[in-house]
């Protein structure tokens, strides 16, 4: 049951970026039987995530909930007019490597979704999830690969969605402490 709630979280990931299938449709009510199983490891050996047909419905709904939930947001509007799954490369003094969820065109903004089986609420995610995964640090290596790739000042922006309807959604973006946080953390 863990693993499978991480695999919807992956999944809606892969689809509300890509809109691409990077995971299997396994025909079956549950895990419990031989073929689901064996379907399901053959699926995890080929790089896919295995969700159940009854998981898809879920993702497909959360997915389009989450994309008409930010279709209302202030421009810009996240997970639009840009590349999904940018991957930046730059040196500071040793190489570093990113793969940014969302670059917009501009270059000025970056959104990253994390799925969460908790609350999307920004208080309650910014005390817990933000600090202790260490999402701080991301953020701030996110904004110095734009600089050091592009030249360019970038915002950055989570896109906090949780996984259970009714799928709240946030936005949250970092302040300067924040981000000035995260660089000592760096250095």
């Known amino acids: ?69 930010l279709a209302q947001h202030e421009a810009p509007i996240p997970f639009t007019v840009g590349t999904p799954e940018q991957v930046l490369v730059w040196q500071e003094g040793v190489w570093c490597r990113a793969r940014l969820d969302w670059l917009h065109d501009d270059h000025k903004h970056i959104d990253d979704l994390k799925t969460v089986g908790g609350s999307a609420n920004p208080a309650v995610w910014m005390r817990g999830a933000l600090y202790s995964s260490g999402y701080d640090v991301q953020a701030a290596m996110y904004v110095r690969g734009v600089k050091a790739v592009f030249g360019v000042e970038a915002d950055f922006r989570f896109v906090v969605a949780e996984t259970t309807p009714p799928y709240a959604v946030s936005v949250i973006g970092l302040g300067p402490e924040a981000l000035d946080l995260a660089e000592k953390k760096i250095k």
């Open 1 to 69: 049951e863990e693993a499978e709630r991480f695999d919807i979280g992956t999944a809606a990931h892969a689809y509300i970026l890509e809109g691409s299938e990077a995971f299997v449709i396994i025909e079956a009510d549950d895990w419990r039987t031989k073929k689901a199983r064996e379907d399901r490891d053959a699926a995890r050996l080929a790089g896919q995530v295995p969700l159940l047909a009854a998981r898809w419905a879920d993702v497909r709904t959360m997915a389009t909930t989450i994309r008409a939930r």
